[in-house]
């Protein structure tokens, strides 16, 4: 963790949290899947990957459903894959565990981490 924060392999990182007492799971990873296309198409984003154990249809729905409503669906490309196909989602990965951690690992990804909360 201190080699990745002394030299992170990106600059900045966006983390949406949700919470999920008494909702259906699929809802709330909707909700946090369109943020996240949203909040990407907004800075500027024209590939949105995502990860998934079991990447499914409602993902992908739930990514590019949202991006017609900000004038974004024609230069935004969305794809959901396999966990661990990609090693630029490690970073991702990395980051989340660090967050969930808490304490001085959290500290370590702090200065890259911006934070969002989806109801």
Do not use: N
């Not at 799971?25 to 899947?33: A, C, E, G, N, Y």
């Amino acid at each position: 963790m201190a080699a990745f924060a002394r030299t992170p392999p990106i600059r900045q990182a966006h983390l949406f949290t949700a919470p999920i007492a008494g909702r259906p799971h699929r809802q709330v990873r909707d909700r946090l899947l369109a943020a996240v296309a949203v909040h990407s198409a907004e800075l500027g984003a024209r590939r949105i990957l995502v990860e998934s154990c079991a990447p499914d249809t409602q993902d992908l729905a739930a990514l590019t459903g949202a991006l017609p409503h900000i004038g974004a669906p024609t230069t935004v490309r969305a794809r959901v894959d396999r966990g661990h196909a990609h090693e630029v989602l490690w970073a991702a990965d990395l980051i989340a565990y660090a967050d969930t951690a808490g304490g001085q690992l959290r500290r370590a990804i702090d200065s890259l981490v911006t934070a969002a909360r989806v109801r």
